[in-house]
């Protein structure tokens, strides 16, 4: 154990999280490179003296409780003092001051150690919470010799793969009734394989025939990067509860609750909860990400202010739930279970209704503008897809009736334009393409399950869909093709929520099992460019094997 412990490859471990995962099985040989090392075996009572590094030194003494010693030293800082004892110096990385006696680490220039300062290690492990087999600490006699090769050989996993990254997390206050909303969640089904992760190695390669090998090349993480515990979540398919700005903030609307998660700096905000006897029924933020639509089961719709994160006004009109929202600059177009879809221009102050549209015969469960802001599309519990214009929203401009299912999926293309991607329910399963310029249908694909959500890439011509019964996992496919590039799986519940991030890399995913996840599906623009460069070169100069 020491030697390995020893090992300089450890470099980019910390000693808390070896600490955490050895736990009593160390011994006064182990050395950690990150600044600890365990002294006699003497045990008496410690005090600390000084920060460790930014990690508060009682955090680190709780960790290793009565492991510690009168002869142990922490080398960033602290040190470990008993009733009589004694301090052991470590040579290897620095030495004790003889005026203060306090270990002065030694700087190592090849060396990047993170301050940590603002990190609540001690928040991570708490005996309410559920923790992963990798926190699990076994006993001496569960512990046979040879098992700190398996240990270490997990950490490497961890670090090196991103096996176990789902880190439960909660708020400081631990009598906060919000502890465990959007905290990191350990992801007991993470796949363990670790040739579905990504190949830092790999290289991408052109085609025979010249064409964007970024889709055909790609490897797709089949794991998620993050999950996020999101009690209260519905499992309910019409439903519209998830949302990622322009301004890197999730929107999600948890029971009659609305909170907001910074993909940036990992701070969750409640925003607001609706009376008693109401609930959220959909989110969606507008194009800036300045405002925040707000749809509640009792047909009220309100917009938020998130710079002043006040509520700047509430729309009624609906006499029944809001289940869709979609913004267009400062237009909202909301649609309801009354059958109707009601557009509004958030700006009047009497907040009159631009116009009302009629045309579903049951439920309005999907909204979505056109990249252009011209046309909206609507799917309903009807089983039909409608196509309204802006000028003229009172009636619809097109009708798809080919869906045998309730069409909650929607999607515009970027790429193409009016090129229009709908879902249909259990009973229809399909996925369709239109062309609203000439309104012809243009492609149908049977998926063999319940499309819940449709989203294009914005950095390639790829396709993400949702599934819900009976296969309750999220496709990419490539367009036109519609050859699936990578099929992600994980959650238990149909995956009902489809967000995607700014920049068009990452998508979020929610479902009915509470939980959020993150995946890392499409490729940067930067590396785009990269590919279509490699392709023109290829096509100036191919290789032998092409030659005939």
């Known amino acids: 154990m020491g030697n390995l412990l020893a090992n300089r490859s450890l470099f980019f471990l910390s000693s808390m999280e070896i600490c955490q995962t050895f736990g009593s099985s160390l011994t006064t040989e182990d050395v950690f490179t990150t600044g600890v090392m365990m002294g006699e075996s003497t045990r008496s009572f410690l005090t600390p003296v000084k920060e460790f590094g930014g990690w508060d030194a009682e955090e680190i003494l709780r960790s290793l409780g009565s492991g510690l010693s009168t002869g142990d030293s922490l080398a960033s800082g602290v040190k470990a003092r008993g009733l009589g004892g004694s301090t052991e110096e470590i040579s290897e990385f620095g030495e004790i001051d003889s005026n203060t006696g306090i270990f002065k680490r030694r700087t190592v220039a090849d060396r990047f150690i993170p301050n940590r300062k603002a990190s609540h290690f001690a928040m991570f492990h708490d005996a309410a919470a559920p923790v992963s087999r990798m926190d699990v600490e076994s006993t001496p006699e569960e512990d046979p010799e040879g098992s700190g090769n398996r240990r270490i050989d997990a950490l490497y996993k961890r670090h090196l793969l991103g096996h176990g990254r789902g880190i439960r997390w909660a708020n400081a206050d631990r009598s906060d009734e919000n502890m465990n909303i959007l905290r990191f969640a350990a992801d007991e089904d993470t796949e363990n394989d670790p040739s579905s992760f990504l190949n830092p190695l790999e290289t991408p390669e052109l085609t025979r025939d010249g064409s964007s090998t970024t889709a055909s090349r790609r490897t797709i993480a089949k794991a998620p990067y993050k999950v996020l515990d999101a009690p209260a979540l519905q499992d309910d398919f019409y439903l519209n509860l998830l ?306």
């Open 243 to 548: 949302d990622w700005s322009a301004q890197n903030v999730i929107v999600v609307g948890l029971g009659p609750c609305v909170y907001l998660w910074s993909a940036q700096t990992g701070r969750v905000s409640k925003l607001m909860e609706t009376p008693l006897g109401d609930s959220i029924t959909s989110v969606s933020w507008s194009n800036k990400g300045n405002y925040l639509g707000v749809g509640t089961n009792r047909g009220e719709t309100q917009v938020w202010d998130i710079v002043k994160m006040k509520k700047a006004t509430t729309f009624t009109g609906h006499s029944a739930r809001v289940g869709s929202l979609a913004w267009n600059s400062s237009v909202i177009a909301t649609g309801s279970r009354d059958k109707t879809i009601i557009f509004r221009d958030v700006r009047a102050r009497d907040n009159s209704i631009i116009s009302r549209g009629m045309g579903h015969r049951q439920e309005v469960c999907g909204l979505k503008w056109s990249f252009d802001g011209q046309q909206l599309c609507s799917g309903g519990n009807d089983n039909k897809v409608m196509v309204w214009s802006l000028s003229a929203a009172n009636n619809p401009i097109a009708k798809f009736n080919e869906h045998k299912a309730a069409v909650k999926a929607l999607a515009w293309s970027p790429h193409q334009h009016g090129l229009l991607a709908t879902g249909g329910g259990t009973a229809d399963r399909t996925i369709r393409f239109w062309n609203t310029l000439t309104n012809t249908p243009v492609k149908v694909v049977d998926t063999g399950s319940q499309v819940c959500n449709l989203m294009f890439g914005r950095n390639v011509n790829e396709l993400v869909s949702t599934h819900g019964y009976s296969y309750n996992e999220v496709n990419i496919w490539r367009y036109p093709s519609m050859s699936k590039t990578a099929t992600l799986t994980g959650h238990t519940y149909r995956v009902l929520y489809l967000a995607m991030s700014p920049d068009g890399q990452n998508i979020v995913t929610g479902a009915g099992d509470e939980t959020l996840r993150f995946w890392n599906v499409f490729p940067k623009k930067e590396d785009i460019a990269g590919e279509n460069a490699m392709e023109a070169e290829h096509r100036v100069f191919p290789k032998a094997a092409d030659l005939r």
